[in-house]
């Protein structure tokens, strides 16, 4: 009577058994697929967050380049086109020449004298070197000059209807202490010529 008893408990003693050991057996596999699992989703996360990144990379230069269109657009619509010298593919200084003779012919012909100019190539500060180096020749022009008033008005006059693009960035102006009437000028201008 006790192996009736007994026989009564021994499917679910074996039962239990198999399961102890299915999952003494699996556990090192489940614990495995559970650590990778937990791998692939740091992993998915880490890639979300990578790919976020560059989505909002990719929308600040399209918002920097429609700024920069919208820029170049204005520049073109103010009236006045860069200097385009004569031949291609010349180095900065020999492109921007014909420019500096335009503006050297200005000052002569207003009968102003010059003391010094010094020619700064690609100017660091400047937004064409910057943004658009490749396609623009740019220079700085750090002229020190001396005139009287009448002079220096009608040199900026002309300047002003100077047909090519162009940048006066600073102009200090002092009288010259012996003759009131005549100026001591420090003109900074930068000049362009696109490619």
Same mark, same amino acid.
């Given at each position: ?40 989703? !740091? @992993?998915?996360? +880490? #890639?979300?967050? &990578?790919?976020?990144?560059? /989505?909002?990379?990719? !929308? @600040?230069?399209? +918002? #920097?380049?429609? &700024?920069?269109?919208?820029? /170049?657009?204005?520049?073109? @619509? ?21 420019e500096l003779e335009e503006i050297l ?35 700085r022009l750090n002229m020190e000059m ?50």
């Open positions: 009577m006790e192996n009736d008893k007994l026989k009564q408990f021994l499917i679910p003693i074996l039962l239990i058994f198999v399961i102890i050991l299915g999952i003494i057996f699996l556990a090192p596999q489940i614990k495995t697929s559970i650590m990778d699992y937990t791998g692939v989703q !740091a @992993e998915i996360k +880490t #890639k979300q967050d &990578t790919v976020q990144q560059k /989505e909002n990379m990719l !929308a @600040e230069y399209s +918002t #920097k380049e429609q &700024t920069e269109r919208a820029q /170049e657009q204005a520049n073109q @619509e103010s009236g006045k086109p860069f200097y385009k010298p004569v031949v291609e593919g010349m180095d900065n200084d020999a492109a921007i020449a014909g012919q200005l000052v002569r012909a207003n009968k102003i004298k010059i003391r010094s100019i010094k020619n700064i190539p690609y100017p660091e500060d400047d937004r064409f070197v910057q943004n658009a180096k490749t396609q623009y020749n740019v220079a001396i005139a009287n008033y009448v002079n220096y008005d009608n040199f900026l006059k002309e300047l002003y209807k100077h047909e090519h693009f162009l940048d006066i960035e600073t102009v200090k102006i002092v009288p010259y202490k012996k003759n009131k009437k005549v100026l001591l000028i420090d003109f900074n201008l930068k000049v362009y010529a696109k490619n």
